[in-house]
């Protein structure tokens, strides 16, 4: 059956094969946090749910985060416009309360290179894998989605990766990924790029995109003129593209989850 999903991006509205009817959603640019802290095994954990109904079953979205982590309120933000789609979100504190402060960038004023000795890959798919057994065993949900920003777009991609416990993944403009990490992807992927961005520039995205093609995996690529690195975001929202490119990759993300996940 054909249903028509209207989508909160001036006023465009999607057709979608699905059986699942979706409420209208809309990313939020400012407001305050809807979901709640729980710490589990020593992960401080932001939940969210639609309609902040606490429930279990149903299908979740794990959130794996940039560098700024759950203190940055555009990243809870985030998050509860996902919830809004019908979704149980989970994310992870993936630094300790470590998390790179919100007055900082990335970029080569700040040099990150002590602070990911402090974080170390083994440290973060610990967490993350900690995290995938509490939404199947805790929450009792068997179908995870896993969205993934900047930092966190590397470990989505290894998550997602067979019998990993991602089911389906989204990442925007993702650092540090790599080619083997690409190659072991198992499950339908959509990737957000930026054109201005450099950590995931147009090489980048080819490069993903031969692999992806040459293993026939379900994918997309969307590529935003005008995006920076950390658009999908924090983007500045005084600038058109910027707010669009952010706008237009939720929307990217709500769609891939509503025919895949």
């Known amino acids: 059956m054909l249903r028509t999903i209207t989508l909160g991006l001036a006023g465009l509205s999607y057709a979608l094969a699905s059986s699942v009817a979706l409420p209208n959603v809309f990313v939020s640019h400012e407001g305050e946090p809807q979901g709640f802290f729980k710490n589990v095994s020593g992960v401080n954990i932001y939940h969210s749910y639609h309609n902040q109904n606490v429930t279990t079953g149903g299908k979740a979205v794990l ?12 990243n809870k933000l985030l998050a509860d416009s996902i919830a809004s789609a019908d979704y149980t979100v989970i994310f992870p504190d993936l630094f300790n309360g470590d998390a790179v402060p919100s007055d900082d960038r990335e970029g080569p004023a700040l040099n ?4 990911r000795l402090r974080h170390p890959v083994a440290e973060i798919d610990r967490i993350v894998g900690l995290t995938i057994d509490y939404i199947h065993n805790d929450l009792n949900i068997s179908r995870i989605g896993g969205v993934g920003y900047c930092f ?3 470990y989505v991609p290894r998550w997602l990766a067979e019998g990993k416990g991602i089911d389906v993944g989204f990442i925007a403009h993702p650092s540090g990924l790599e080619a083997a990490e690409i190659q072991g992807i198992n499950g339908p992927i959509t990737i957000a790029a930026g054109e201005l961005d450099t950590a995931f520039n147009v090489t980048g ?4 995109e031969a692999i992806l093609t040459a293993k026939n995996a379900t994918y997309q690529t969307n590529f935003y003129s005008g995006a920076p690195h950390g658009f999908a975001v924090r983007p500045n929202v005084t600038i058109a593209r910027q707010k669009y490119a952010k706008e237009a990759s939720f929307l990217q993300a709500i769609l891939w989850f509503a025919a895949w996940l």
Request: net charge negative; glycine share 14%; no cysteine.
């Open 152 to 154: 966190g777009g590397k």
């Open 112 to 115: 990150l290179t002590e602070w």
């Open 205 to 208: 995205r080819y490069n993903a």
């Open 63 to 74: 959130f794996v985060s940039d560098i700024y982590g759950v203190p940055l309120l555009e």
